[in-house]
């Protein structure tokens, strides 16, 4: 047999909403995957393995157009690639 109760929740208070925002220091060190894609495209298994050194692969997004930067895998903001000394970056827009 499984029983089944209706959850009780506490009720919403003004300023609860600022009380839990200095909650996230408790998580605040967890490390998070950041990603930037420049783009995306779809291609057979045959034209996967022809691909060799110099092959050139066509994305769906046109040079200048904002990047998407993702967290863990999901979307959270677009962004400009720039040149940081001799590394890529990506100024959030």
Same mark, same amino acid.
């Not at 209706?6 to 919403?12: E, I, K, S």
């Not at 925002?21 to 967890?30: L, P, Q, Y």
């Given at each position: ?10 009720? =919403? /208070? %003004? +300023? ?12 605040? #060190? *967890? ?19 022809? =691909? /060799? %050194? +110099? ?12 990047? #998407? *930067? ?24």
């Amino acid at each position: 047999n499984v029983t089944v109760q209706p959850v009780q929740f506490a009720p =919403l /208070v %003004p +300023g609860m909403a600022a009380q839990s925002e200095t909650n996230i220091d408790f998580i605040a #060190d *967890v490390p998070l995957q950041i990603t930037v894609e420049l783009g995306r495209t779809r291609k057979l298994i045959r034209e996967i393995l022809d =691909l /060799v %050194p +110099g092959s050139v692969v066509e994305l769906d997004k046109l040079a200048g157009e904002p990047v #998407d *930067v993702l967290v863990n895998g999901r979307l959270i903001a677009k962004g400009e690639v720039v040149v940081i000394d001799e590394n890529f970056g990506v100024k959030i827009t």
